[in-house]
T-cell receptor
Framework: NSKVIQTPRYLVKGQGQKAKMRCIPE?????VFWYQQNKNNEFKFLIN????????QIDMTEKRFSAECPSNSPCSLEIQSSEAGDSALYLC?????????????FGPGTRLTVL | GDSVTQTEGPVTVSESESLIINCTYS????????LFWYVRYPGEGLQLLLK?????QKGSSRGFEATYNKETTSFHLQKASVQESDSAVYYC????????????FGKGTKLSVKS
């Protein structure tokens, strides 16, 4: 069973508000991913890290989303100004190594609702 | 871009019946993707069910099987005899072999097994 911890499990924000969620990867996993699963069950990759370094991020992430994985602290994903379309399940996953053949272990997710 | 299409749910089968969930993929940017089935049991996070990284090979786990068919770009999930405990949402996914390790998921197929 995965030991990726995500907090909070539920987050409710008004439009324009900041929304911040955290992720503690499995111990010893240097690679972290963030995905968004919307109400249509579509997954979207947002960003990934190896240790503290950003490897890849999509354009959407670069504009209103920010993320970091500081040393010895939880990783975080923050939406600067929430929009209704950001309502989704945000999944954090960690992996022992880079490369998609390496299993990604998922947390339970943070469900964001933007009113 | 890359995409995964799978059987639209929900799918309902009776215990001990056979099951097939179809999955086809389009990997426009990846020559030889790695293929995965993930599962989400009620109240739990996504977890890897099985993976295959070589075309023509079969992966198996917990009685489920899937064969990587490069010619038909398919990776159907099968089980000869389902159990009530198999009730879950199943996601087909593909990943890049290279350093870009993100996964591209299908929309999921909800399976309900009747006793």
């Amino acid at each position: 069973n995965s030991k990726v911890i995500q907090t909070p499990r539920y987050l409710v924000k008004g439009q324009g508000q900041k929304a911040k969620m955290r992720c503690i990867p499995e111990k010893g996993h240097p690679v972290v991913f963030w995905y968004q699963q919307n109400k249509n069950n579509e997954f979207k990759f947002l960003i990934n890290f190896q240790n503290q370094e950003v490897l890849q991020q999509i354009d959407m992430t670069e504009k209103r989303f920010s993320a970091e994985c500081p040393s010895n602290s939880p990783c975080s994903l923050e939406i600067q100004s929430s929009e209704a379309g950001d309502s989704a399940l945000y999944l954090c996953a960690s992996s022992l190594r880079l490369g998609s053949y390496a299993e990604q272990f998922f947390g339970p997710g943070t469900r964001l609702t933007v009113l | 871009g890359d995409s995964v299409t799978q059987t639209e749910g929900p799918v309902t089968v009776s215990e001990s019946e056979s099951l097939i969930i179809n999955c086809t993929y389009s990997a426009t940017s990846i020559a030889y993707p790695n293929l995965f089935w993930y599962v989400r049991y009620p109240g739990e996070g996504l977890q890897l069910l099985l993976k295959v990284i070589t075309a023509g090979q079969k992966g198996s786990s917990r009685g489920f099987e899937a064969t990587y068919n490069k010619e038909t770009t398919s990776f159907h999930l099968q089980k000869a005899s389902v159990q009530e405990s198999d009730s879950a949402v199943y996601y087909c996914a593909l990943g890049d072999r290279g350093s870009n390790a993100k996964l591209t998921f299908g929309k999921g197929t909800k399976l309900s097994v009747k006793s």
